[in-house]
């Protein structure tokens, strides 16, 4: 028997909230409304529109963890490893915000508002990374277990600190790993022989953990076999 639209609905919530769909939806707007609002409201046109490009690079991890679990559920292999590939290849961009922050100019006539635009996008940055990691972390859990899970999660950190590395300093892009891997490659052991380069790496990795473990993520294997549409 079908479902009355209302329990159908009411499934559909439950499903997007689970996976933090209407809190990094919120997250996103509220950079967005800061970017544009804000200076309207000074009599400014919004600057910096490079944020807006990096906010929706940072939505395609999000939205291929997403097709990782959809495949998964649909048993179609090779469509997980192609989600996976992309989340993977991705991810970078979404801590990549926080270093967005390096173009926060002090002699700014309206600091706060800078500082709040930068710190808006930071964030939404990092929700959709932990949400993101949180669904690729049931789905491993799911089928690994409570170790492959969390070997999955440190290795996308780690691989996310050298992405931001690589982007912010090399200014190399994500889909670059696939038109010039030699580059990317060559960068990424350049980084690894860098004081400052890992320095920076393992704390964009670090960051990624930290923020994870304290918004629940630690949570995301025990919760593998939880209730699916």
């Not at 329990?7 to 919530?13: D, F, G, I, Q």
């Not at 990691?133 to 491993?140: C, D, E, K, N, Q």
């Amino acid at each position: 028997m079908k479902e009355p639209p209302v329990n159908e609905l009411r499934s559909v919530a439950r499903w997007l909230h689970q996976r933090s769909t209407f809190s990094v939806t919120a997250a996103s707007c509220l950079a967005l409304a800061v970017f544009v609002v804000g200076p309207l409201l000074l009599g400014q046109l919004p600057t910096q529109r490079f944020l807006v490009w990096n906010l929706a690079l940072a939505w395609i991890p999000y939205v291929a963890a997403l097709g990782v679990e959809v495949f998964d559920r649909a048993r179609r292999p090779l469509g997980v490893l192609a989600a996976a590939a992309m989340w993977l290849l991705f991810l970078p961009n979404a801590p990549y915000l926080v270093s967005d922050l390096t173009h926060l100019h002090r002699a700014s006539p309206t600091p706060w508002l800078e500082l709040a635009r930068f710190v808006a996008f930071a964030w939404a940055g990092c929700l959709l990374a932990v949400a993101s990691l949180r669904i690729v972390h049931r789905v491993v859990a799911g089928h690994g277990g409570w170790l492959a899970g969390w070997a999955a999660v440190f290795g996308a950190a780690g691989v996310s600190g050298v992405g931001v590395v690589v982007g912010r300093f090399a200014r190399l892009n994500s889909w670059e790993a696939l038109t010039r891997p030699t580059a990317v490659a060559a960068e990424a052991v350049r980084v690894a022989g860098s004081r400052q380069g890992l320095a920076v790496a393992v704390f964009f990795s670090l960051l990624l953990l930290v923020v994870y473990a304290g918004l629940g993520g630690a949570g995301a294997s025990s919760r593998a076999g939880e209730s699916r549409l």
